[in-house]
């Protein structure tokens, strides 16, 4: 199979990146339904679906705005603007989706834990989005810097690279595993897999970003690396009980 992967049906090319965005999606709500089905919620109906408001906003104003910082400009044209509306990362979604619950919860007054529902289907869903990601090889800003590495493939454009959603595609596939497993504790606080999932998440992307071939940096980081430095700072007390503590 050679990638990018654009299979051709009825004479047009299908945007298989495009498709597995919207079945991410999908599935992945399909799925959180199915899970709330099975848990007890103790969050009302009601509140719920302000949460979830709460995080569509988040996610959409913050993968945008992350989008934008990962290569800004100050040339302001008809055509960077177009961009801007287009660009997107999961990273700026995912945490701009917390602050959009957190904020959501707030103006409601809920005080319990709500993420821990929604870790697994988002594993799931972005699990989806990363296949169309491999698939798109070089279409997508989702490869890596070239490399002699074993694993460097050809993504498009004849040059050996780091397949970093193929990477992000294991990494999830043993991270749905772990959350899995920690489910079924029941010595675990409400909430407490949401953050594990962020916390491990964010390291991963942190790491990776030191092969791509990022070409804007704030103090020799990415924009993304400073994301997840800002992510473990909110979590830092969840760092500090769970990791830190458990190292000594």
Excluded at 95 to 105: M, N, P, Q, R, S
Excluded at 160 to 180: C, G, K, N, S
Excluded at 233 to 248: D, E, G, P, R, V
Aim: net charge neutral.
């Amino acid at each position: 199979m050679k990638i990018p992967f654009e299979p051709i049906l009825f004479g047009y090319t299908i945007n298989i990146h495009l498709i597995l965005e919207y079945l991410a999606f999908f599935i992945g709500f399909r799925y959180y339904v199915f899970s709330r089905k099975r848990a007890t919620d103790v969050i009302d109906s009601k509140n719920r679906l302000s949460i979830i408001l709460g995080a569509i906003v988040g996610a959409y104003t913050g993968s945008r705005l992350m989008g934008f910082f990962e290569n800004p400009t100050s040339n302001i044209t008809e055509e960077t603007l177009i961009h801007i509306l287009h660009a997107k990362t999961i990273m700026g979604g995912l945490f701009g989706g917390l602050i959009g619950v957190e904020t959501a919860k707030k103006i409601i007054g809920e005080e319990n834990s709500s993420g821990d529902l929604f870790t697994l289907p988002l594993i799931l869903g972005i699990f989806i989005g990363r296949i169309g990601c491999f698939l798109s090889g070089t279409n997508e800003f989702t490869y890596g810097s070239e490399t002699t590495f074993f694993m460097g493939m050809n993504l498009g454009d004849d040059l050996l690279r780091h397949p970093i959603a193929l990477y992000e595609l294991i990494f999830l596939l043993l991270l749905f595993i772990v959350i899995y497993s920690l489910q079924k504790k029941k010595s675990l606080e409400n909430g407490t897999l949401f953050k594990i999932f962020m916390i491990l998440y964010f390291g991963f992307r942190f790491s990776i970003e030191f092969i791509k071939p990022n070409v804007f940096f704030v103090g020799d980081l990415s924009s993304i690396q400073w994301l997840c430095i800002i992510c473990w700072l909110y979590y830092y007390q969840t760092i500090s009980k769970l990791f830190l503590k458990n190292a000594h």
